[in-house]
C-alpha cells in the first residue's frame, strides 16, 4: 500500500484521557485521522534550521508537525503528539509527514548532503516495506537517499538487533539523546550505537537549556560530544537560544545547533528544502 494512503487501525487499549483538555484534543486527533482531507486540514509542517556552529551556515531544516483545532487556533505539540500515539497513528502521521518530505526534496547527485530531517517512530522505521517504499519514490524524483535525515523519535527505543540491517542502507539516521538516558544508562547508550548506523546524536534541549549556568550540563555536553566525534559521527544541540550557549556549545565540540536563537520554525507552504526555491508539494503523490 502507498505510505500515503496508509490509516491507523483501530487500537483496543486505548488509555483513558486524564483531563477535560486530553480528551478534547484526542477527538480533534481522532476527527483529523479520518480521511485524507481531514488528515490535510488538521496538520501542516513548518521547518527550522539545523546551524553549523564553526561557520553559521544552515546545513538543513528539520520538519515540525503542527496540529489546528476547528477554528484555525495552533494546538501545542506536547498535547496532540500524546493522542497520536494513544490512539495507534504513529505510522499513520508518519507516512503523512514522510509523503510531504519527498515531494520538497530538491533533485541532488550523491554526496550533495542532507536537505530535511523528519522525526518518526520506531514502529514505522521497522515495519515491513517502509524504507523501500521510500527509496523507490526518492529514485523516482532523482533525490539522493542522503539527502534525508531520519531521527528517531525521542522517547522511543529501537532493538539494536533489529536496526543492523539498515547499516548498509544510504539514509542518514539521528539518535535522541535525553537527560532521562543520560539519568538512566550514563554513556553506556551512547556506546552502544557504535555498532548501529547513526550518523548524527542529537542532545536534548534539558541539556542545552541551562548551559551557561551549568558547569554539570557543561561536562555532560562536552563528554557527549567527545564520544560521538570518536565514532566519526556528528552532534546537534536542541533549543540553544542565546549566544552564550553558542559560545559553550563550539567550546564543548559540538557541531550543529537548533533553537529559536539560530532560526524560528517557518512556514513550508510553497517552498522546497532549499532557501528560496519555490515548490510545488504535490504530497498524495509522493509515494504511490
Given at each position: 500500500?502507498?505510505?500515503?494512503?496508509?490509516m491507523a487501525a483501530p487500537s483496543s487499549n486505548i488509555p483513558a484521557p486524564k483531563t477535560p483538555e486530553q480528551a478534547q484534543t484526542r477527538e480533534l486527533v481522532r476527527n483529523a485521522l479520518r480521511n485524507q482531507g481531514?488528515?490535510?486540514?488538521?496538520?501542516?509542517?513548518?521547518?527550522?534550521?539545523?546551524?553549523?556552529?564553526?561557520?553559521?551556515?544552515?546545513?538543513?531544516?528539520?520538519?515540525?508537525?503542527?496540529?489546528?483545532?476547528?477554528?484555525?487556533?495552533?494546538?501545542?505539540?506536547?498535547?496532540?503528539?500524546?493522542?497520536?500515539?494513544?490512539?495507534?497513528?504513529?505510522?499513520?502521521?508518519?507516512?503523512?509527514?514522510?509523503?510531504?518530505?519527498?515531494?520538497?526534496?530538491?533533485?541532488?547527485?550523491?554526496?550533495?548532503?542532507?536537505?530535511?530531517?523528519?522525526?518518526?517512530?520506531?514502529?514505522?522505521?521497522?515495519?515491513?516495506?517502509?524504507?523501500?517504499?521510500?527509496?523507490?519514490?526518492?529514485?523516482?524524483?532523482?533525490?539522493?537517499?542522503?539527502?534525508?535525515?531520519?531521527?528517531?523519535?525521542?522517547?522511543?527505543?529501537?532493538?539494536?538487533?533489529?536496526?543492523?540491517?539498515?547499516?548498509?542502507?544510504?539514509?542518514?539516521?539521528?539518535?535522541?539523546?535525553?537527560?532521562?538516558?543520560?539519568?538512566?544508562?550514563?554513556?553506556?547508550?551512547?556506546?552502544?550505537?557504535?555498532?548501529?548506523?547513526?550518523?548524527?546524536?542529537?542532545?536534548?534541549?534539558?541539556?542545552?537549556?541551562?548551559?551557561?549556568?551549568?558547569?554539570?550540563?557543561?561536562?555532560?555536553?562536552?563528554?557527549?560530544?567527545?564520544?560521538?566525534?570518536?565514532?566519526?559521527?556528528?552532534?546537534?544541540?536542541?533549543?540553544?537560544?542565546?549566544?552564550?550557549?553558542?559560545?559553550?556549545?563550539?567550546?564543548?565540540?559540538?557541531?550543529?545547533?537548533?533553537?529559536?536563537?539560530?532560526?524560528?520554525?517557518?512556514?513550508?507552504?510553497?517552498?522546497?528544502?532549499?532557501?528560496?526555491?519555490?515548490?510545488?508539494?504535490?504530497?498524495?503523490?509522493?509515494?504511490?
Amino acid at each position: 500500500m502507498p505510505i500515503v494512503e496508509a490509516m491507523a487501525a483501530p487500537s483496543s487499549n486505548i488509555p483513558a484521557p486524564k483531563t477535560p483538555e486530553q480528551a478534547q484534543t484526542r477527538e480533534l486527533v481522532r476527527n483529523a485521522l479520518r480521511n485524507q482531507g481531514t488528515l490535510d486540514a488538521a496538520f501542516e509542517l513548518v521547518r527550522q534550521p539545523i546551524v553549523e556552529l564553526a561557520s553559521g551556515r544552515v546545513s538543513h531544516h528539520e520538519l515540525l508537525l503542527r496540529m489546528r483545532d476547528e477554528e484555525g487556533n495552533l494546538i501545542k505539540p506536547g498535547e496532540f503528539v500524546s493522542s497520536i500515539r494513544d490512539l495507534g497513528a504513529d505510522e499513520q502521521i508518519d507516512n503523512w509527514v514522510t509523503a510531504r518530505a519527498v515531494m520538497m526534496l530538491v533533485p541532488t547527485i550523491p554526496d550533495w548532503g542532507p536537505q530535511l530531517e523528519i522525526n518518526l517512530s520506531a514502529a514505522t522505521i521497522l515495519s515491513d516495506g517502509f524504507f523501500e517504499q521510500l527509496t523507490s519514490a526518492l529514485h523516482r524524483r532523482k533525490v539522493s537517499q542522503d539527502a534525508l535525515i531520519v531521527e528517531v523519535a525521542q522517547g522511543d527505543s529501537v532493538d539494536p538487533e533489529k536496526m543492523r540491517h539498515f547499516m548498509r542502507r544510504r539514509f542518514r539516521l539521528a539518535h535522541h539523546f535525553s537527560l532521562i538516558d543520560f539519568e538512566s544508562h550514563g554513556f553506556e547508550s551512547l556506546n552502544k550505537l557504535r555498532s548501529l548506523p547513526y550518523d548524527m546524536v542529537k542532545i536534548d534541549g534539558e541539556l542545552v537549556r541551562n548551559l551557561p549556568n551549568s558547569a554539570s550540563d557543561q561536562g555532560i555536553v562536552t563528554k557527549i560530544a567527545r564520544l560521538v566525534r570518536g565514532q566519526g559521527r556528528r552532534t546537534v544541540a536542541m533549543h540553544v537560544e542565546d549566544a552564550d550557549t553558542v559560545k559553550l556549545l563550539k567550546e564543548a565540540g559540538v557541531d550543529y545547533g537548533q533553537g529559536y536563537y539560530l532560526g524560528q520554525p517557518e512556514s513550508l507552504r510553497g517552498r522546497s528544502a532549499r532557501e528560496g526555491r519555490p515548490a510545488t508539494v504535490a504530497a498524495e503523490q509522493a509515494l504511490a
